[in-house]
T-cell receptor
Framework: DGGITQSPKYLFRKEGQNVTLSCEQN?????MYWYRQDPGQGLRLIYY???????QKGDIAEGYSVSREKKESFPLTVTSAQKNPTAFYLC????????????FGEGSRLTVL | AQKITQTQPGMFVQEKEAVTLDCTYD???????LFWYKQPSSGEMIFLIY??????QNATEGRYSLNFQKARKSANLVISASQLGDSAMYFC????????????FGTGTRLTIIP
């Protein structure tokens, strides 16, 4: 089945540690996105990539980093510089055709202890 | 800049009744797309329905329909004959002109269906 796989589903980290969230898609989509979700604030765009080896900052990129070395993969690193990293993180992809609909993974919940 | 406003943080609806979830938007682009997504407690985002700014007719998908009023900049979601499984968070989102699929999301409405 085609889709987006995020791992891990739940992650705990201590303050001061970097952590990397994985996002893999087999939909052959060019564009991939990372969103952050906090209670009462909806989804906010962290980073996006429209093609391999290229990515752009979203609205809340500070304290995060990404890479796009392969079409299928778009990992997100939450660095120690991110002041409030506890959140639900959603990865998405789109084909760039049709309606421009985003297809989402099941999310990763990060808790900083 | 684009903005989506959902003014209903939570709603309670009796099973089998119809429900309308409000969404207003703001954009200066003549071309845009509007989406509704459902997020159950599991966390995944499920695409429900899409409306293009130039579409003449309101979009429908099964029990979901989108009441698109362009002059008022509103794109309300209507769910007919609600079911217990409709209990979830619902998000309205907007896409800028094609070539850029960065969606802007509203803050969501938590819908609870009462048996």
């Amino acid at each position: 089945d085609g889709g987006i796989t995020q791992s891990p589903k739940y992650l705990f980290r201590k303050e001061g540690q970097n952590v990397t969230l994985s996002c893999e898609q087999n939909l052959n989509h060019d564009a991939m996105y990372w969103y952050r979700q906090d209670p009462g604030q909806g989804l906010r765009l962290i980073y996006y990539s429209q093609i391999v080896n290229d990515f752009q900052k979203g609205d809340i990129a500070e304290g995060y980093s990404v890479s796009r070395e392969k079409k299928e993969s778009f990992p997100l690193t939450v660095t120690s510089a991110q002041k409030n990293p506890t959140a639900f993180y959603l990865c998405a992809s789109s084909s760039g055709q049709g309606t421009g609909e985003l297809f989402f993974g099941e999310g990763s919940r990060l808790t900083v202890l | 800049a684009q903005k989506i406003t959902q003014t209903q943080p939570g709603m309670f609806v009796q099973e089998k009744e119809a429900v309308t979830l409000d969404c207003t938007y703001d954009t200066s682009d003549p071309s845009y797309g509007l989406f509704w997504y459902k997020q159950p407690s599991s966390g995944e985002m499920i695409f429900l329905i899409y409306q293009g700014s130039y579409d003449q007719q309101n979009a429908t998908e099964g029990r979901y329909s989108l009441n698109f009023q362009k002059a008022r900049k509103s794109a309300n979601l209507v769910i007919s004959a609600s079911q217990l499984g409709d209990s979830a968070m619902y998000f309205c989102a907007m896409r800028p002109p094609f070539g850029n699929e960065k969606l802007t999301f509203g803050t969501g409405t938590r819908l609870t269906i009462i048996p």
